[in-house]
């Protein structure tokens, strides 16, 4: 049985687009793809679809560098991304085990905390605890902040806009009460006339 395939392509001055699909009835395997580009990067897509599963793949490339992701239906997926920083990926299998990277190391947590791949074995990762000099050093700088941004709300007349605003209402009702005494004192001439 032969495969069928499709495909199309448009240039403008703008950028590229392209696209094509193709399907293998002896297999039950279709693919597709989708396929972009201007003078600012590249972009695109594609899919491959099997009888039983389908993965699908996306990436993007400009001046600042690539990202790509994938995912499966039997719920895999990854992602990573390469810029002038390093680069980064992490990714999870079907069944829930996650992994990550940074410029060539890779951990990977199974649910029991996370460990790292060294010397051809998994080792586990303890997380640093903060010795007290750098806990009293972090509730300082708390303290220090909230005391700044009260500090700052005050200066930018945050306490003294809600006083105006009191004085305001308050000589208002004033006004209204001595103009409402005045129209009755008003109205009661009127009336004998």
């Known amino acids: 049985m032969p495969t069928y395939a499709q ?12 696209g094509g699909s193709a399907y293998n ?23 491959v679809a099997g009888q039983n599963q389908a993965v699908a793949t996306q990436h993007a490339t400009t001046s600042r ?3 790509a992701r994938a995912q499966s239906t039997t719920g895999g997926q990854a992602a990573a991304a390469s810029t002038a ?13 996650m992994y990550a990277g940074k410029d060539g190391r890779v951990y990977k947590n199974t649910g029991a905390g996370w460990q790292t791949y060294q010397d051809g074995s998994w080792n586990s ?7 007290s000099a750098q806990q ?9 902040s909230a005391q700044q941004r009260a ?5 930018s007349g945050g306490t003294q806009s809600l006083d105006r605003e009191m004085q305001s209402r308050q000589r208002g009702e004033f006004q209204s009460q001595r103009y409402q005494g005045a129209q009755r004192s008003s109205g009661g001439g009127r009336r004998g006339g």
């Open 125 to 131: 990762v303890n997380k640093p605890t903060p010795t």
């Open 151 to 155: 500090q700052s709300y005050s200066q």
């Open 25 to 47: 009835p002896h297999t039950g395997t279709a693919a597709a793809t989708r396929q972009a580009s201007s003078p600012y990067g590249q972009w695109g897509g594609s899919v």
């Open 136 to 144: 009293q050093a972090q509730s300082s700088t708390a303290a220090t």
């Open 85 to 97: 920083r390093g680069n980064v990926y992490a990714g999870n299998t079907a069944s829930g085990d």
């Open 7 to 18: 495909g199309a392509r448009v240039s403008t001055p703008y950028g590229t687009a392209a």
């Open 65 to 67: 560098g690539t990202v």
